[in-house]
């Protein structure tokens, strides 16, 4: 059983960096793939980066250029570097992962979630 655990999340003025990190406990996969979603106030959850087993990277059009998804495989944990941020990057951020493609199973495991807040 995998549990994900999101920390780092804090208020932050416009402009600034953060980093966010998702520890994983309990992973075992050797085939997977790691995302961040957020969720913004009032509005639904969407994707923003995405890495896989391979470390092939992706990155939302909202973000690409100021945020940066890599993975700590020694520490089984997962960062997204936000730099440049905007108010409305303000949201909860989620990490997510299942063992193998997301695009055949779907996300197995989420996170509690972490608050950024950008002013």
């Not at 980066?49 to 700590?72: E, N, P, W, Y």
């Not at 063992?99 to 608050?115: F, H, K, L, N």
Request: glycine share 10%.
């Amino acid at each position: 059983h995998v549990q994900l655990v999101e920390s780092g999340g804090t208020s932050v003025q416009a402009g600034r960096s953060l980093r966010v990190s998702c520890k994983a406990y309990g992973y075992t996969y050797s085939s997977y793939c790691l995302a961040w979603y957020r969720q913004p106030p009032g509005k639904e959850r969407e994707g923003v980066a995405t890495i896989d087993s391979d470390d092939d990277t992706t990155h939302s059009d909202s973000v690409k250029g100021r945020f940066t998804i890599s993975l700590d495989r020694d520490r089984d944990t997962l960062y997204l570097q936000m730099n440049s941020l905007k108010p409305e990057d303000t949201a909860v951020y989620y990490c997510a992962t299942v063992e193998g493609s997301w695009r055949v199973s779907g996300w197995a495991y989420w996170g509690p979630g972490t608050q950024v807040t950008v002013s």
